[in-house]
Nanobody, 126 residues
Framework: QVQLVESGGGLVQAGGSVRLSCAAS????????MGWVRQAPGKEREFVAV????????FYADSVKGRFTISRDNSKNTVYLQMNSLKPEDTAVYYC???????????????????WGQGTQVTVSS
């Protein structure tokens, strides 16, 4: 049974930083691309960032480019999202997701991941 468990969310002031973690189990982690997707209240899910299985290739939404960094540690079966210079509009539930294929267009525009976590809330106060 595949499990993706996010942690690290919480309340932070605008301009602050938060690092999210997602621990994976039940799959061969190093074979999967990993992504972060967020959903704000009343809005559709929005792609944030994705990283390929080896960690050498990343892609970001324009709204977070230069502020967020996705990384992974395959020895720990964990993917991270370092979020800096946070803005109130970054407030959302952040989901971790795994994809067997690193198809950037499919992952960034259609959210075609194979597995999803339960999400962790990040609230940025102004």
């Amino acid at each position: 049974q595949v499990q993706l468990v996010e942690s690290g969310g919480g309340l932070v002031q605008a301009g602050g930083s938060v690092r999210l973690s997602c621990a994976a189990s039940g799959l061969t982690f190093s074979n999967y691309a990993m992504g972060w997707v967020r959903q704000a209240p009343g809005k559709e899910r929005e792609f944030v960032a994705v990283i390929n299985s080896g960690g050498a290739s990343t892609f970001y939404a324009d709204s977070v480019k230069g502020r967020f960094t996705i990384s992974r540690d395959n020895s720990k079966n964990t993917v991270y999202l370092q979020m800096n210079s946070l803005k109130p509009e970054d407030t959302a539930v952040y989901y971790c997701a795994a994809a067997r294929k690193y198809w950037v267009v499919e992952l960034t525009t259609k959210g075609k991941y194979d597995y999803w976590g339960q999400g962790t809330q990040v609230t940025v106060s102004s």
